[in-house]
């Protein structure tokens, strides 16, 4: 199983981005999905998730800004990121879930993507 995530970037606060993952070796569409993020010298952090059913959930810092969706004929998984803002800087994770309802527990997901780095300058 491979989880292949993209679309990071360097922007300006208040620009947009959106990351895409897709996963192959096999589909995940009864799988929760999720987000997470790593800035630098802090902990994986949960960022979004979304259900097999596509029932959302957002940390505090991102509601209102990031949108994650998922296309199930793709095997993929999506994150829109808007009005972005330095302290959005990070690694940014997809990974697929044990189960098919969501979580922020990090500890619920098996599969995880390699990374792809989002940079806000102020």
């Known amino acids: 199983v491979q989880l292949q995530a993209s679309g990071g970037g360097s922007v300006q606060a208040g620009e947009s981005l959106r990351l895409s993952c897709a996963s192959s ?28 059913k596509s029932d959302t959930y957002y940390a505090d810092s991102v509601k209102g800004r990031f949108t994650i969706s998922r296309d199930i004929s793709k095997n993929s998984v999506y994150l829109q990121m808007n009005s972005l803002k330095p302290e959005d800087t990070a690694v940014y994770y997809c990974a697929v879930g044990r189960s098919s309802y969501a979580s922020i527990r990090f500890s619920e997901y098996n599969y995880w993507g390699q990374g792809t780095l989002v940079t806000v300058s102020s």
């Open 25 to 52: 070796g096999r589909t995940f569409s009864n799988n929760a999905m999720g987000w997470f993020r790593q800035a630098p010298g802090k902990e994986r952090e949960f960022v979004a998730s979304i259900s097999w």
